[in-house]
């Protein structure tokens, strides 16, 4: 438990040290995409469709992904310094699990510590991992394959109903992104090789566990294709694309190439040669190194197969994963071969650790991409703000990021930096009176508010002339309902909600207004002629907010 709570412990002094400026970083790209409110059938329609009903995304079959990303919004909201807080706890966790299956994959602790580091410092983790929100859902299966590999290892000398969990990992893996289907294979590879390398008085893997993860993968499969019915399949790659998928995605992860940071090259050749320096000195290590080594490498090419269709660093998450169990295998065998003379085991740790911290220069000049007023995030800011499924005041936030002198004056956290971000309206308008207005484009609108604000006044209308029903909103202010109205006619009613800073969500840092009516209206339906076929709700006017 000692040799834990270290492994522990150096994952989150690792992590805070490296990454923690990324907790002012804010949002990036497909993160104002994701980052939004949830409906109930929006969740449980991801388990039997793509995983973006808007299909503004790649359709995926990526039902808890979503599950997640609708629970961290229901907590965290807009506030982006909590959702980093929450890249950064995960990640040290994944960190930590990782350096613990590296120690007993090896049989050493020198591998669990050196595993811990090169996770937290492999160039391959900010893009795919830690500093894009987005990628949380990597993060989530990290853990899961991690902690899957775990109770294999802990089980692999048990019977059959010990192993019925690892088929309950891979279906979570699967769900949470396609690529996790190699789980098991892996697992399988790993207890054969462990088998013949290591443990020859390893039982086989339990006929009746192949039968059953060989018939849930098909089960698997055929629930992702029906889910994703109709939906274009990937075009099949030729063999030449295929094997370019392949190799790119392995000499990234493994050998950090293309070399195009500072200090890059030589962590390139610090991945490059210790595995060289450990295969040399094969005779010397033990046979759980010599598994450690040979385990990393399958890791990585296993996890790289369902990249032959398109592969993309940010990822190549579980591909990376291999590639530091490599890395900490052979530093663990280069510094044992090295046991019978002293100085020359010192000299093999000090090649560790400068190389451990040339990747951690990479990584950290790597993370500098996502600074909120840097040249990339601007750059794909431009592109968000023609996205019409974002919020208006994002939008507009955006547009205020590019200004000259924004870094000084604007904050990089929405939560802080605006009074009002609605989500659930459609674009502004103008009434024919010349009211400004927006409608609703549902039955539910959530109006997030700045903390500080007591007051704020709500200008309603429905058009019951064209609808011709009455309507009945309800008013929820960080989930007490505080007012009903029934609106019989055409004129303007305004509703003041009072605010109190204690009532604000504390991880969300903002008040939570909600809208609700029992259902919304589609004008193209209802009136004879019209070719409106928006989805509409009432009219909502210029919020008052003090």
Same mark, same amino acid.
């Given at each position: 438990?000692?040799?834990?709570?270290? +492994?522990?412990? &150096?994952? /989150? !002094?690792? #992590? $805070?040290?490296?990454?923690?400026?990324? %907790? @002012?970083?804010?949002?990036?790209?497909?993160?104002?995409?994701?980052?939004?409110?949830?409906?109930?059938h929006?969740?449980?329609?991801?388990?039997?469709?793509?995983?973006?009903?808007?299909?503004?995304?790649?359709?995926?079959?990526?039902?808890?992904?979503?599950?997640?990303?609708?629970?961290?919004?229901?907590?965290?909201?807009?506030n982006?310094?909590?959702?980093?807080?929450?890249s950064?706890?995960?990640?040290?966790?994944?960190?930590?699990?990782?350096?613990?299956?590296?120690?007993?994959?090896?049989?050493?602790?020198?591998?669990?510590?050196?595993g811990?580091?090169?996770?937290?410092?492999?160039p391959?983790?900010?893009?795919?991992?830690?500093?894009?929100?987005?990628?949380?859902?990597? +993060?989530a299966q &990290?853990? /899961? !394959?991690? #902690? $899957?590999?775990?109770?294999?290892?802990? %089980? @692999?000398?048990?019977s059959?109903?010990?192993?019925?969990?690892?088929?309950?990992?891979?279906v979570?893996?699967?769900?949470?992104?396609?690529?996790?289907?190699?789980?098991?294979?892996?697992?399988?590879?790993l207890?054969?090789?462990?088998?013949?390398?290591?443990?020859?008085?390893?039982p086989?893997?339990?006929?009746?566990?192949?039968?059953?993860?060989?018939?849930l993968?098909?089960?698997?499969?055929?629930?992702?294709?029906?889910a994703?019915?109709g939906?274009?399949?990937?075009?099949?790659?030729?063999?030449?694309q295929?094997?370019?998928?392949?190799?790119?995605?392995?000499?990234g992860?493994?050998?950090?190439?293309?070399?195009?940071?500072?200090?890059?090259?030589?962590?390139?050749?610090?991945?490059?040669? &210790?595995?060289v320096a450990?295969?040399?000195?094969?005779?010397?290590?033990?046979?759980?190194?010599?598994?450690?080594?040979?385990?990393?490498?399958?890791?990585?090419?296993?996890?790289?197969?369902?990249?032959?269709?398109?592969?993309?660093?940010?990822?190549?998450?579980?591909?990376?994963?291999?590639?530091?169990?490599?890395?900490a295998?052979?530093?663990?065998?280069?510094?044992?071969?090295?046991?019978?003379?002293?100085?020359?085991?010192?000299?093999?740790?000090?090649?560790?650790i400068?190389?451990?911290?040339?990747?951690?220069?990479?990584?950290?000049?790597?993370?500098?991409?996502?600074?909120?007023f840097?040249?990339?995030?601007?750059?794909t800011?431009?592109?968000v703000?023609?996205?019409?499924?974002v919020?208006?005041e994002?939008?507009?936030?955006?547009g205020?990021?590019?200004?000259?002198?924004?870094?000084?004056?604007?904050?990089?956290?929405?939560?802080?930096?605006?009074?009002?971000?609605?989500?659930?309206?459609?674009?502004?308008?103008?009434?024919?009176d010349?009211?400004?207005?927006?409608?609703?484009?549902?039955?539910?609108?959530?109006?997030?508010?700045?903390?500080?604000?007591?007051?704020?006044?709500?200008?309603?209308?429905?058009?019951?002339?064209?609808?011709?029903?009455?309507?009945?909103?309800s008013?929820?202010?960080?989930?007490?309902?505080?007012?009903?109205?029934?609106?019989?006619?055409?004129?303007?009613?305004?509703?003041?909600?009072?605010?109190?800073?204690?009532d604000?969500?504390?991880?969300?840092?903002?008040?939570?207004l909600?809208?609700?009516?029992?259902?919304a209206?589609?004008?193209?339906?209802?009136?004879?002629?019209?070719?409106?076929?928006?989805?509409?709700?009432?009219?909502?006017?210029?919020?008052?907010?003090r």
């Amino acid at each position: 438990m000692r040799r834990v709570a270290l +492994l522990a412990g &150096l994952a /989150v !002094v690792l #992590t $805070a040290a490296q990454y923690a400026v990324t %907790v @002012r970083y804010g949002f990036h790209y497909d993160d104002y995409h994701f980052v939004r409110p949830y409906a109930t059938h929006e969740v449980l329609n991801a388990f039997h469709g793509a995983w973006d009903s808007s299909g503004i995304e790649t359709p995926y079959f990526r039902p808890l992904t979503i599950c997640l990303y609708a629970s961290r919004f229901a907590v965290l909201g807009l506030n982006s310094e909590g959702y980093h807080l929450l890249s950064l706890a995960m990640f040290a966790v994944s960190a930590a699990l990782f350096g613990l299956l590296a120690a007993n994959l090896t049989g050493t602790f020198v591998a669990g510590i050196v595993g811990v580091a090169v996770f937290v410092v492999h160039p391959g983790m900010p893009y795919s991992a830690v500093a894009w929100i987005t990628n949380q859902m990597h +993060l989530a299966q &990290l853990l /899961v !394959v991690i #902690t $899957a590999l775990l109770w294999w290892f802990a %089980v @692999r000398r048990r019977s059959m109903r010990w192993w019925i969990p690892l088929l309950l990992f891979q279906v979570i893996a699967f769900m949470i992104k396609e690529d996790g289907v190699m789980l098991i294979p892996l697992i399988v590879c790993l207890h054969t090789l462990r088998k013949v390398l290591t443990e020859p008085d390893l039982p086989h893997v339990p006929q009746l566990f192949l039968g059953s993860a060989a018939a849930l993968l098909a089960a698997l499969f055929v629930l992702r294709s029906s889910a994703l019915q109709g939906v274009p399949p990937h075009p099949v790659p030729g063999v030449d694309q295929a094997w370019a998928n392949v190799t790119r995605g392995l000499t990234g992860a493994f050998r950090l190439l293309p070399a195009k940071r500072p200090l890059q090259p030589a962590a390139s050749w610090f991945v490059t040669l &210790l595995p060289v320096a450990a295969l040399l000195s094969w005779r010397r290590l033990t046979p759980g190194v010599r598994f450690g080594l040979l385990a990393g490498g399958m890791f990585g090419v296993l996890f790289v197969l369902p990249f032959v269709f398109i592969v993309k660093a940010e990822q190549l998450h579980l591909v990376t994963t291999g590639a530091c169990l490599l890395i900490a295998a052979s530093a663990a065998g280069v510094i044992e071969a090295c046991a019978r003379l002293r100085l020359a085991q010192l000299c093999a740790a000090a090649i560790v650790i400068t190389g451990l911290a040339a990747m951690g220069s990479v990584a950290r000049n790597i993370t500098r991409d996502f600074e909120p007023f840097g040249t990339i995030v601007l750059r794909t800011d431009r592109m968000v703000e023609g996205w019409a499924a974002v919020p208006v005041e994002l939008r507009e936030y955006l547009g205020a990021k590019a200004a000259p002198g924004a870094r000084d004056k604007l904050d990089a956290n929405p939560a802080r930096a605006l009074d009002i971000v609605a989500f659930g309206l459609h674009g502004r308008e103008t009434s024919p009176d010349g009211t400004p207005l927006r409608w609703m484009s549902g039955p539910i609108a959530d109006i997030f508010i700045a903390r500080d604000k007591r007051l704020v006044t709500i200008p309603l209308r429905h058009e019951i002339g064209a609808f011709r029903e009455a309507a009945h909103v309800s008013v929820f202010a960080d989930g007490r309902l505080v007012s009903q109205i029934d609106l019989t006619d055409g004129a303007w009613h305004w509703t003041s909600v009072n605010l109190k800073p204690r009532d604000a969500s504390r991880a969300g840092r903002m008040h939570r207004l909600r809208l609700h009516l029992a259902h919304a209206w589609i004008p193209a339906q209802l009136i004879p002629g019209s070719a409106d076929t928006r989805t509409l709700g009432l009219q909502v006017g210029v919020l008052d907010v003090r």
